[in-house]
């Protein structure tokens, strides 16, 4: 059995639809099929969700009435016969009906979470509509009864596996499963969700619980590329990653994958395909265990990073120093990206500065501090790439004209970072897809 996720742009018209339903009647291997919300829902949502807890209900309600026209335009071009446009449209009138009451009675976070759950509710029913129009026999699975995390957030991939076998047990003679991506239940059972960009998450979970043969990530680009697109001119997808690789990459900026979802699969060695619904057949990029492939497949780029250099001579032959530095990043739940140290002084960087100013108070008995905001890192990532020879004269060859503040060499055999001021950012891909790829 395999998991096919299709995201937000791959279900946002109904002629993109269409075209799901022939992808996942194209093989004959039995499926699980995620989707997203149409694209545009969830942002849509979040607003209807803002402006109801600033008891702005005229503006809430104008919101719900647009996208509400949306979904009904929707339908009409989704399908063909009366019947089946009726059957949708009493979907689409209940759960505007929902998000109406919702405005009524007193706005907390749980209901929030319900208004953000409708968006995937309705498309995996709308897509069933169509199915069964189509006469393609399905089965939809209720993400809301085996998507479970707990109070830390964290999904419970053994017990999303227990549930979920059971639902699909009632259902041997069945091909093709539909369940919602990003929606769960919390600890509580409230209605909950993974995150923006959730949707990922669910399949990989799924195809870990279910020890998928694959776990198909279909977007609208063909695969992972070496570099960004927006700031280089040529780029090339990339066609085999490692797990390792694709979590550097995903956690380091590229858009394609979202970061959190690499682990499961890699834990049950499940292996991810990243493929494009415009052009089926190109061979897009396979992230698997192993890659026989060394030397630099890709380059991302994170931006919003903060730099915190302390210096201390307290440091000097002192021990225990660096874990008391960390332990205030600790305290304030802030995770560190990059270390470099050298005797006297030690860097870091974070990408989430809300809580600088009580890091920065509890750091001051430590020495002089310094911050730099608007920093870049650069990640070049490949397999065994601290290996491989002629990488490093390079990649400090395309660094040469610029600012580099920090290099991060040696901590995994994938990746060397680099921080530079993200003013820079645009040159630096640009200088380092000619010296590390030949492209422009
Ligand atoms: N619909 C959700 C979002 O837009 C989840 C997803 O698309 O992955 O964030
Ligand atoms: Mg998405």
Same mark, same amino acid.
């Given at each position: 059995?395999?998991?096919?996720?299709?995201?937000?742009?791959?279900?946002?018209?109904?002629?993109?639809?269409?075209?799901?339903?022939?992808?996942?009647?194209?093989?004959?291997?039995?499926?699980?099929?995620?989707?997203?919300?149409?694209?545009?829902?969830?942002?849509?949502?979040?607003?209807?969700?803002?402006?109801?807890?600033?008891?702005?209900?005229?503006?809430?309600?104008?919101?719900?009435?647009?996208?509400?026209?949306?979904?009904?335009?929707?339908?009409?071009?989704?399908?063909?016969?009366?019947?089946?446009?009726?059957?949708?449209?009493?979907?689409?009138?209940?759960?505007?009906?929902?998000?109406?009451?919702?405005?009524?009675?007193?706005?907390?976070?749980?209901?929030?979470?319900?208004?953000?759950?409708?968006?995937?509710?309705?498309?995996?029913?709308?897509?069933?509509?169509?199915?069964?129009?189509?006469?393609?026999?399905?089965?939809?699975?209720?993400?809301?009864?085996?998507?479970?995390?707990?109070?830390?957030?964290?999904?419970?991939?053994?017990?999303?596996?227990?549930?979920?076998?059971?639902?699909?047990?009632?259902?041997?003679?069945?091909?093709?499963?539909?369940?919602?991506?990003?929606?769960?239940?919390?600890?509580?059972?409230?209605?909950?969700?993974?995150?923006?960009?959730?949707?990922?998450?669910?399949?990989?979970?799924?195809?870990?619980?279910?020890?998928?043969?694959?776990?198909?990530?279909?977007?609208?680009?063909?695969?992972?590329?070496?570099?960004?697109?927006?700031?280089?001119?040529?780029?090339?997808?990339?066609?085999?990653?490692?797990?390792?690789?694709?979590?550097?990459?995903?956690?380091?900026?590229?858009?394609?994958?979202?970061?959190?979802?690499?682990?499961?699969?890699?834990?049950?060695?499940?292996?991810?395909?990243?493929?494009?619904?415009?052009?089926?057949?190109?061979?897009?990029?396979?992230?698997?265990?192993?890659?026989?492939?060394?030397?630099?497949?890709?380059?991302?780029?994170?931006?919003?990073?903060?730099?915190?250099?302390?210096?201390?001579?307290?440091?000097?032959?002192?021990?225990?120093?660096?874990?008391?530095?960390?332990?205030?990043?600790?305290?304030?739940?802030?995770?560190?990206?990059?270390?470099?140290?050298?005797?006297?002084?030690?860097?870091?960087?974070?990408?989430?500065?809300?809580?600088?100013?009580?890091?920065?108070?509890?750091?001051?008995?430590?020495?002089?501090?310094?911050?730099?905001?608007?920093?870049?890192? %650069?990640? $070049?990532?490949?397999?065994?790439?601290?290996? =491989?020879?002629?990488? #490093? &004269?390079?990649?400090?060859? !395309? *660094?040469?004209?610029?600012?580099?503040?920090?290099?991060?060499?040696?901590?995994?055999?994938?990746?060397?970072? %680099?921080? $530079?001021?993200?003013?820079?950012?645009?040159? =630096?891909?640009?200088? #380092? &897809?000619?010296?590390?790829? !030949? *492209?422009?």
């Amino acid at each position: 059995m395999k998991v096919m996720k299709f995201g937000g742009t791959s279900v946002g018209k109904p002629e993109r639809m269409h075209e799901v339903a022939k992808l996942i009647t194209a093989d004959p291997e039995n499926k699980i099929v995620v989707l997203s919300a149409l694209s545009g829902t969830t942002n849509a949502l979040v607003e209807i969700g803002q402006s109801a807890a600033r008891f702005e209900r005229e503006n809430a309600g104008e919101l719900i009435s647009k996208l509400s026209n949306h979904y009904h335009d929707f339908v009409q071009q989704l399908l063909n016969s009366e019947k089946a446009r009726e059957h949708a449209i009493s979907i689409i009138r209940e759960h505007f009906e929902f998000l109406r009451i919702i405005l009524r009675i007193s706005f907390s976070e749980a209901l929030n979470k319900d208004i953000l759950a409708q968006g995937e509710l309705l498309s995996t029913k709308l897509f069933s509509v169509y199915l069964e129009e189509q006469g393609i026999q399905h089965v939809l699975l209720p993400a809301l009864e085996f998507m479970q995390i707990d109070e830390e957030d964290e999904p419970q991939l053994e017990l999303i596996r227990s549930k979920l076998m059971e639902l699909l047990a009632k259902y041997p003679a069945n091909k093709i499963f539909i369940t919602q991506g990003y929606i769960c239940r919390n600890a509580k059972g409230e209605v909950d969700n993974l995150k923006r960009g959730g949707s990922d998450y669910t399949a990989s979970l799924v195809a870990a619980a279910i020890h998928a043969t694959v776990c198909e990530i279909w977007t609208d680009i063909d695969g992972m590329h070496n570099n960004d697109p927006r700031i280089v001119k040529k780029t090339i997808p990339v066609e085999v990653l490692s797990f390792d690789e694709a979590a550097e990459l995903a956690y380091f900026g590229a858009k394609i994958l979202h970061p959190t979802c690499i682990w499961p699969t890699q834990q049950q060695n499940v292996p991810v395909k990243l493929l494009n619904t415009m052009a089926p057949n190109a061979p897009g990029t396979v992230i698997q265990k192993t890659t026989s492939t060394s030397g630099v497949k890709a380059i991302a780029a994170k931006d919003g990073i903060i730099a915190i250099n302390i210096k201390s001579s307290r440091m000097l032959l002192a021990y225990g120093f660096l874990r008391k530095i960390f332990e205030v990043f600790e305290k304030y739940k802030t995770p560190i990206d990059m270390v470099t140290t050298s005797e006297v002084a030690v860097s870091v960087t974070i990408d989430n500065g809300t809580q600088l100013h009580h890091i920065l108070r509890e750091l001051e008995p430590f020495g002089n501090t310094e911050v730099q905001l608007d920093q870049t890192i %650069v990640s $070049i990532v490949g397999n065994e790439i601290a290996e =491989t020879k002629d990488v #490093l &004269n390079k990649l400090f060859e !395309g *660094l040469s004209s610029i600012p580099v503040r920090m290099v991060s060499y040696g901590g995994s055999k994938h990746n060397v970072s %680099v921080l $530079i001021p993200s003013s820079y950012k645009i040159l =630096t891909l640009q200088k #380092l &897809n000619q010296k590390l790829f !030949g *492209l422009e």
